[in-house]
């Protein structure tokens, strides 16, 4: 079956302007957590999602939100960009959260 | 709050040498424990994960780990490394009441030089 399934690949932005990412977990699968992964930081938690409710947030500020959809597609928006937020934004889901296949993430560059 | 330690930043080995890669945890209690790869260019993917019951725990690709609870850690192991292991590892811990959100150590590059 399908992987989970990250859109778009790749995305370049100026300062100010924000962004919308999208992660499709595999079918039947429930569960959703977004990670920022940076050469400085690492990977870091953003949130997690399971039929359609938010059940953790990480330490990131109000620019970054989410939600998640009925059919299980989840997107993350993030406003006001800053260059900082240059990463790779991974997705990840699973039919339960002790089981999470992850996405090619999405490469975000901020000019 | 729940923390990760990965001890080494880049290890270099040759082909069939062994392999030990570090990871402690900062928070004791019933804990679940995962290790994923990252190959270049791939996506992360699960290695191995320990839950409970017996301590060493097998993954794929002949890797195990050892939950050692006095220690807080969870070392990566494989007795003879191929350069296809080259990739980076990330030790990582569930969080805040919910396996769907994991703390992640800050990961290991392996070069392996064949």
């Known amino acids: 079956k399908a992987g989970v399934t990250q859109t778009p690949r790749y995305l370049i932005k100026t300062r100010g302007q924000q962004v919308t990412l999208s992660c499709s977990p595999i079918s039947g699968h429930r569960s959703v957590s977004w990670y920022q992964q940076t050469p400085g930081q690492g990977l870091q938690f953003l949130f997690e999602?399971?039929?359609?409710?938010?059940?953790n947030k990480g330490n990131f500020p109000g620019r970054f939100s989410g939600r998640q959809f009925s059919n299980s597609r989840s997107e993350m928006n993030v406003s006001t960009l800053e260059l900082g937020d240059s990463a790779l934004y991974l997705c990840?889901?699973?039919?339960?959260?002790?089981?999470?296949?992850f996405g090619p993430g999405t490469r975000l560059t901020v000019l | 709050a729940q923390s990760v330690s990965q001890h080494n930043h880049h290890v270099i080995l040759s082909e069939a040498a062994s392999l030990e890669l570090g990871c402690n945890y900062s928070y004791g209690g019933t804990v679940n424990l995962f290790w994923y790869v990252q190959y270049p260019g791939q996506h992360l993917q699960l290695l191995l994960k320990?839950?409970?019951?017996?301590?060493l725990v097998k993954g794929i690709k002949g890797f195990e780990a050892e939950f050692i609870k006095s220690k807080f850690s969870f070392n990566l192991r494989k007795p003879s490394v191929q350069w296809s292991d080259t990739a980076e590892y990330f030790c990582a811990v569930p969080w805040g009441g919910s396996q769907g959100n994991l703390i992640f150590g800050k990961g290991t590059k392996l070069s392996v030089k064949p």
């Open positions: 320990y839950f409970s019951g017996d301590p």
């Open positions: 990840a889901g699973g039919p339960s959260a002790d089981t999470q296949y």
């Open positions: 999602y399971f039929s359609e409710t938010q059940r």
